[in-house]
Nanobody, 124 residues
Framework: EVQLVESGGGLVQAGGSLRLSCTVS????????IEWFRQAPGKEREGLICISSRDGITYYADSVKGRFNISSDNAKNTVYLQMNSLKPEDTAVYYC?????????????????WGQGTQVTVSS
């Protein structure tokens, strides 16, 4: 059974940083890309960034380019989302997800595995 568990959310002031973790079990990064999405209150879920063992990193959201980065630690089966220069508009529930395939996709309907989500709140 594939499971994704996020951690690391919390409350941070604008301009601060947070690192989210997504610990993956039941599969490997060779078989599945790992992606980060977020959903703010009243808004649709938004694809942010993806990491694939073969294609590397793919950004979906221009709003996070230059501020967010994704990395993986294969030994720990964990993918990280490093978020810097946080803004109040980054406030959302953040999810890691995986499609059935190894390559990245920006579409949430292509994801079949989801973590439970972790709340990130950025105060002004």
């Amino acid at each position: 059974e594939v499971q994704l568990v996020e951690s690391g959310g919390g409350l941070v002031q604008a301009g601060g940083s947070l690192r989210l973790s997504c610990t993956v079990s039941g599969t490997t990064f060779e078989r599945h890309a790992i992606e980060w999405f977020r959903q703010a209150p009243g808004k649709e879920r938004e694809g942010l960034i993806c990491i694939s063992s073969r294609d590397g990193i793919t950004y979906y959201a221009d709003s996070v380019k230059g501020r967010f980065n994704i990395s993986s630690d294969n030994a720990k089966n964990t993918v990280y989302l490093q978020m810097n220069s946080l803004k109040p508009e980054d406030t959302a529930v953040y999810y890691c997800a995986a499609p059935t395939f190894w390559y990245c996709s920006a579409y949430d309907f292509m994801m079949i595995y989801w973590g439970q989500g972790t709340q990130v709140t950025v105060s002004s």
